[in-house]
């Protein structure tokens, strides 16, 4: 734990000190399990601590090598890890798979692409680090589903998984087994979670003693789903490992007990919210997508800021004088779009693009801004940085331009030409923003109405209602 030491005071100079020490507390004292794949929202709950710190802590705590990041593309349907990465360049297919569902999704960045840490095995070492040594359940548990899904209490998880388990079985490379299993009036999944394979039994007609015989044979090559209608009865099920390593055969139940075995979830934190965190950008600025990449975001919202008259600054207060105001404008910016769980994209001039997960941060970074900038006015005794700020929210396209993670969609052209429709210091939105049931909360407790505008958006064809934030 020397070298642990070593890092631990690095990671103390970079994050929040009260957060380190629940990361160091966790890679020393935390069962294997809750180091196998550590959801950064959960873990910042289960210790009362601030989820942002909680998610810089352990973007550093990776960075360092403390810990291993992995973007996990999920099932929508069961929370199953469908392909796990090591980068988010890694996520290539148009769509995944799931067996255990019988289900073909896309990923989009929103809910169904995760980010989790692992200790490195420099740290600590966990069974996970070889899911080999992985009991059956603890296998499904850490390896296989992600870590959105709640599972029930111990003693409700023992009594299901005995309800829907008709059957469990660990083959080793090359081994066969026959299994004797009497199918019930209700739909059987065979599946093994380290090859994805699948075999669907539907249940149908009235049960029969008459056996009848099914083979399943597991190989490394993807081999999709198999489908047999059978009334309820005896079965004799032959399974053979042709892979190079062991499996893990399930037989499950589908029914009410598995629904409420696996039904439970918890938020996550998902590839959209780091993408859109300013710590993750500052520390993976390179590395995030390949300029082939074009990954879909359902939704997101975008900030917009200009500042009105710049070029009349410089040439009224003087160059030093106007660069100083307005370096101290853009660190304002920076810090106030952070401490809203945003990122800053880019800046173009004195302008300024930036994300957020949901409309109401933007709502209140934008509200933030301009009231810095009324005070910074106000100690300089003029009105001289005036605000325009624009914001929209809408599907988009994450995207790698000019080596740095962007974004491209029309979605974006609008937020820009909503601020280009702001004058003075005033806010302008578009209405999913303003009606966000989150936003509508903002603006009530500050007194603030969002009032109609009679505008029109340069280069959208239908008219879209402009809010202006009073």
């Given at each position: ?9 690095a ?26 794949r550590?959801?950064a ?36 349907s ?20 799931c067996?255990?569902?019988a289900l ?17 095995p ?14 059956f ?27 829907i ?23 059987v ?41 059978m ?67 359902m ?28 370096r ?46 009324r ?33 491209f ?5 609008i ?16 209405q ?39």
């Open positions: 734990m020397q070298d642990n030491d070593a890092l631990l005071d990671l103390r100079r970079s994050a929040d000190p009260g957060v380190v020490d629940a990361v160091d507390d966790l890679v020393r004292n935390g069962r294997d399990e809750a180091l196998a550590v959801n929202l959960a873990f910042a709950a289960d210790r009362g601590l601030d989820e942002e710190a909680m998610i810089a802590a352990l973007l550093h705590a990776s960075r360092l090598g403390l810990f291993e990041m992995s973007w996990n593309i999920l099932c929508p069961c929370g199953g890890v469908l392909s796990a990465n090591a980068t988010l360049k890694s996520v290539r297919q148009q769509d995944y798979h067996a255990f569902c073909t999704s896309e990923p989009t960045l929103d809910d169904t692409v995760e980010v989790s840490f692992t200790v490195s420099r740290s600590r070492s966990i069974a996970a680090h070889d899911p080999g040594r992985l009991g359940w603890d296998y499904y548990r850490q390896v296989f589903f992600g870590s959105g899904l709640a599972f029930p209490e111990p003693g409700a998880f023992d009594e299901l998984s005995r309800k388990m008709l059957e469990t079985v660990e083959l080793q490379a090359g081994e066969r087994m026959i299994l004797a299993l009497q199918l019930p009036a209700h739909p999944i065979i599946f093994d979670p380290v090859t994805h394979t699948a075999h669907l039994i539907e249940s149908a007609g009235e049960p029969t003693p008459e056996r009848r015989e099914l083979s399943m044979v597991f190989t490394s090559a993807p081999a999709g789903v198999g489908h047999t209608t009334s309820p009865g005896p079965l004799r099920l032959l399974l053979d490992n042709r892979t190079e390593g062991r499996v893990l055969v399930g037989v499950f139940v589908a029914g009410p007990e598995l629904e409420r075995l696996l039904g439970g979830r918890r938020p996550f934190l998902t590839a959209k919210r780091l993408l859109t965190n300013q710590t993750f950008r500052d520390l993976y600025r390179t590395e995030t997508l390949d300029v082939e990449q074009r990954l879909k975001i939704s997101l919202t975008f900030l917009f800021t200009d500042l009105k008259g710049s070029t009349d600054l410089y040439e009224r207060v003087g160059d030093l004088v106007a660069y100083d105001l307005v101290s404008h853009f660190q304002i910016l920076n810090e106030i779009v952070g401490s809203e769980a945003g990122a800053v994209v880019k800046t173009i001039g004195d302008a300024v693009m930036a994300t957020f997960p949901a409309p109401h941060r933007a709502v209140s970074a934008a509200l933030r801004m301009r009231d810095s900038m005070q910074l006015n106000a100690r300089q005794g003029a009105e001289e940085l005036i605000l325009k700020i624009g914001i929209h929210e809408g599907p988009c396209l994450a995207v790698s331009l000019n080596d740095r993670q962007d974004y969609g029309q979605t974006v052209n937020a820009s030409r909503v601020q280009a429709l702001a004058t003075e210091d005033s806010i302008f939105a578009t999913g923003v303003v009606r966000d049931a989150e936003s509508v909360r903002l603006l009530s407790s500050r007194g603030i109405e969002a009032r109609p505008q009679a505008l029109t958006l340069r280069g959208v064809a239908d008219r879209m209602p402009v809010f202006a934030m009073g």
